[in-house]
């Protein structure tokens, strides 16, 4: 009860192999916690020191399978974060949290349930700290350094004529005429109705539907980008840079060839420029830079 006191309450100190201190609560209709520790002070409440070398400096464990709270809980009334986590060794190469799962959740989970604000904010620098990328309330992403993917062109999911079992990555696709907003194969030379190509991988995926909905039954349309195209020798073999309509074979392109030789062709025909030749040898996929015009 002293107020000048500066050493602690309590202190337990083991110099055998076994813990320092053992709190247990053994009742099963204790609601209490077995340790509480209050400061009213300017020093944390807890403070867990490890000098050693042999494993973490706190573990909390929930061994009841049962259980549906979390093993750690942070929270604040204050206006500092509920939890703070730093690594202050700079030859240290491990992050500062790591998060794992074994289930099926997410590994984890962020809400704001605040009127305005960001869910995350990510910053870089040191002793000036500057934002780099940012996920607002809305789930809207802002990157100050871009993006990079895996992708090479930009999709958007579509409906599509029949069953999603007979189209396949590579399939030239134009605009149905019986049905708003959906795509079919192409089978029709030189096609104004061209719309992209059934797209391989998309390193961008547009789409109206909200990120919850299943898209299962769409087909992802590479509009432009570069994106794996089925073609065939229709109107001759394909040269790098020819460019290619569709032809008469379902779901193919082929090179262009102006009705006047002048090098003309009417408008929204032209699917994009090959990127490799083909002379009829192999699969009949080339990859196109699609650029519908």
């Given at each position: 009860?002293n107020?000048?006191?500066?050493?602690?309450?309590?202190?337990?100190?083991?110099?055998?192999?076994?813990?320092?201190g053992?709190?247990?609560?053994?009742?099963a209709a204790?609601t209490?916690?077995?340790?509480?520790?209050?400061?009213?002070g300017?020093?944390?409440?807890?403070?867990?020191?490890?000098?050693?070398?042999?494993?973490?400096?706190g573990y909390?464990?929930?061994?009841?399978?049962?259980?549906?709270f979390?093993?750690l809980?942070?929270?604040?009334?204050g206006?500092?974060?509920?939890a703070?986590?730093?690594?202050?060794?700079?030859?240290?190469?491990?992050?500062?949290?790591?998060?794992t799962?074994?289930?099926?959740?997410?590994?984890?989970?962020?809400?704001?349930?605040?009127?305005?604000?960001?869910?995350a904010?990510?910053?870089?620098?040191?002793?000036?700290?500057v934002?780099?990328?940012?996920?607002d309330?809305?789930?809207k992403g802002f990157?100050?350094?871009?993006t990079?993917?895996s992708g090479a062109?930009v999709?958007?999911?579509?409906?599509?004529?029949?069953?999603r079992?007979s189209?396949?990555?590579?399939?030239?696709?134009?605009?149905?005429?019986s049905?708003?907003?959906?795509?079919?194969?192409?089978?029709e030379?030189?096609?104004t109705?061209?719309a992209?190509?059934?797209?391989?991988?998309?390193?961008?995926t547009?789409?109206?539907?909200?990120i919850?909905?299943?898209?299962?039954?769409?087909?992802?349309?590479?509009?432009?980008?570069?994106i794996p195209?089925?073609?065939?020798?229709?109107n001759?073999?394909?040269?790098?840079?020819?460019?290619?309509?569709?032809?008469s074979?379902r779901g193919?392109?082929?090179k262009?060839i102006?009705?006047?030789g002048?090098?003309?062709?009417p408008?929204?025909v032209?699917l994009?420029k090959?990127?490799e030749?083909?002379?009829?040898t192999g699969?009949?996929?080339i990859?196109?830079?699609?650029n519908?015009?």
């Amino acid at each position: 009860n002293n107020a000048a006191n500066s050493a602690p309450s309590l202190n337990v100190t083991t110099n055998g192999t076994g813990n320092a201190g053992n709190f247990s609560t053994t009742n099963a209709a204790n609601t209490n916690p077995a340790l509480q520790a209050t400061s009213n002070g300017n020093a944390t409440a807890v403070d867990a020191l490890h000098t050693g070398t042999g494993s973490a400096a706190g573990y909390f464990h929930i061994s009841n399978a049962s259980n549906t709270f979390n093993a750690l809980q942070a929270n604040t009334s204050g206006t500092g974060a509920a939890a703070g986590f730093s690594v202050t060794n700079a030859s240290n190469t491990f992050p500062a949290v790591i998060a794992t799962t074994n289930g099926t959740g997410p590994v984890m989970n962020f809400n704001h349930t605040g009127s305005s604000g960001n869910i995350a904010v990510f910053m870089s620098g040191s002793p000036t700290l500057v934002n780099v990328a940012r996920i607002d309330k809305a789930g809207k992403g802002f990157f100050n350094g871009g993006t990079q993917t895996s992708g090479a062109d930009v999709a958007e999911m579509f409906d599509i004529e029949g069953s999603r079992d007979s189209y396949e990555p590579g399939d030239v696709l134009v605009i149905s005429e019986s049905t708003d907003r959906t795509m079919e194969k192409s089978s029709e030379a030189n096609s104004t109705k061209v719309a992209g190509v059934y797209a391989t991988k998309p390193g961008v995926t547009l789409s109206e539907k909200g990120i919850e909905e299943n898209i299962d039954d769409l087909v992802p349309m590479g509009v432009i980008g570069v994106i794996p195209t089925k073609v065939c020798l229709e109107n001759g073999p394909i040269k790098r840079g020819d460019l290619l309509v569709t032809s008469s074979s379902r779901g193919r392109a082929m090179k262009a060839i102006s009705a006047k030789g002048d090098g003309m062709f009417p408008a929204g025909v032209v699917l994009g420029k090959a990127l490799e030749n083909y002379d009829g040898t192999g699969k009949g996929l080339i990859k196109v830079l699609v650029n519908v015009k």
